[in-house]
Each structure stands twice: as C-alpha cells, then as structure tokens.
C-alpha cells in the first residue's frame, strides 16, 4: 500500500497570510494525486486534481504543485473561509490512501 | 446539479449488519464510479470502496474485505454499502463520493453530506 504523509500537521496563520502544505507518497504515484478541504461538520471538498488542475469553482488562490513522490497546496493571500482541514488523496493505485491531514487555524 | 444524498446510518450492536444508500441525481449514474469513505470520529478520511460504472469491477479496503459489500442499481440511481459483522471501530462518518475517471479513478469531484453509523454494545 501507499503510505502518504503530509506536513505539517497543523498550522496557526493569519487572514493574508500564505500557506504552503506538503504531502509525500511513499513510492512514485505520478500526479495521480488531489487536495481536498474539509471543514468541521461538513463534507471535504475538493480543490485539485492531478496534482495541479483546479476545480471548477474553487479559487486560484488555491495551486498545486509537483510530481512522483512530493507534492504540494499552496494557498496564498489566506481568506477567512479557508480556515479548514486539508487532506491529500493518491489515486495512482488501490486502496486508495489519504495523508492524516493538515489542520489551518486561526491566529 | 449533482446531488448524492445517503442513509441507512444509525446504531447497530457488534456483530451486526446495516446497509447504506447513496441516492444520486442530476446527473446520469452510469456514467461514474462511486467510492465510499469513511471518517471515524475527530479522525481523518479513510477509503473504504469502490464500485465501476457498470458494477463488475470493486475493489475494498483491507479493513472492510469479506465484511462490507458495494453494490450499485443504475435503473434506480442508487449506490448502497452493505456492511456486515460490524465493530466498533467501523464507527463512522460515511460519504458516497463520486468518481469522474472511466479507465482509472480520478479521486472524487463529489460526495454526500455523509450517514453515521456507530457500533457500540
């Protein structure tokens, strides 16, 4: 199975700031990888896929990057509606696996 | 607009069984695969299955093989989990999420608002 690790695990930033996650696969997953936003209570949501494309809808202050085995979200100029949990998902090969996910709070 | 609505959750004793529905509309079903994942509570989302557009193809996690069984109605739009000899740590959120890929999954473009299912004696 793929293991995928994201860091950091949590992160205190201010409305404005600019944040950056990153998540690692523990083998080659090409850009068979997508960033989804979850907030409390709700659904996650998706915001990338294969590695860069936005979803349609999402804000381009959201950008992915990378490939193979390092991957990164970036979000710059933080709103205060991106306070969330983000979480990375490889689908390069079954089970499907998630990284533990990285909490965005409030300074 | 794509609309996934599941049910079927609620509290069931180790041991038991439940079967969660995924009723989708706005779009045409057999067109997609479909996932379930899961999210046990204040933890992080775990892949459970998946079902191909014309249900021949599943596969499942190790956590769930030989206890849960996907299965999808595409004459009724509908997408179920059928989750048997259950424990308590199947205790979840449960979201039906909604594959665009049609040779290979491409992760999930939507999901429910998710159906808790709680396992406890």
């Known amino acids: 199975d793929i293991q995928m690790t994201q860091s950091p695990s949590s992160l205190s930033v201010s409305v404005g700031d600019s944040v950056t996650i990153t998540c690692r696969a523990s083998?080659?997953?090409?850009?068979?990888l997508g960033w989804y936003q979850q907030k409390p209570g709700k659904a996650p949501k998706r915001l990338i896929y294969?590695?860069?494309s936005l979803q349609s809808g999402v804000p381009s202050r959201f950008s992915g990057s990378g490939s193979g085995t390092e991957f990164t979200l970036t979000i710059s100029t933080l709103q205060p509606e991106d306070f969330a949990t983000y979480y990375c998902?490889?689908?390069?090969?079954?089970?499907?696996?998630f990284g533990p996910g990285t909490k965005v709070e409030i300074k | 607009q794509v609309h996934l609505v599941e049910s079927g959750g609620g509290g069931v004793q180790p041991g038991g069984s439940l079967r969660l529905s995924c009723a989708a509309s706005?779009?045409?079903?057999?067109?997609?695969?479909f996932h379930w994942v899961r999210q046990a509570p204040g933890k992080g989302l775990e892949w459970v299955a998946v079902?191909?557009?014309?249900?021949?193809?599943?596969y499942y996690a190790d956590s769930v093989e030989g206890r849960f069984t996907i299965s999808r109605d595409n004459s009724k739009n509908t997408l179920f989990l059928q989750m048997d000899t259950l424990r308590p740590e199947d205790t979840a959120v449960y979201y039906c999420?909604?594959?665009?890929?049609?040779?290979?999954?491409?992760?999930?473009?939507?999901w429910g608002q998710g159906t808790l299912v709680t396992v406890s004696s």
């Open positions: 999420a909604r594959d665009p890929g049609t040779v290979a999954t491409l992760g999930f473009d939507s």
């Open positions: 706005g779009f045409t079903f057999n067109d997609y695969a």
């Open positions: 079902i191909s557009y014309h249900g021949a193809n599943k």
């Open positions: 083998q080659g997953i090409r850009n068979d």
């Open positions: 294969a590695t860069s």
């Open positions: 998902l490889q689908h390069n090969s079954y089970p499907l696996t």
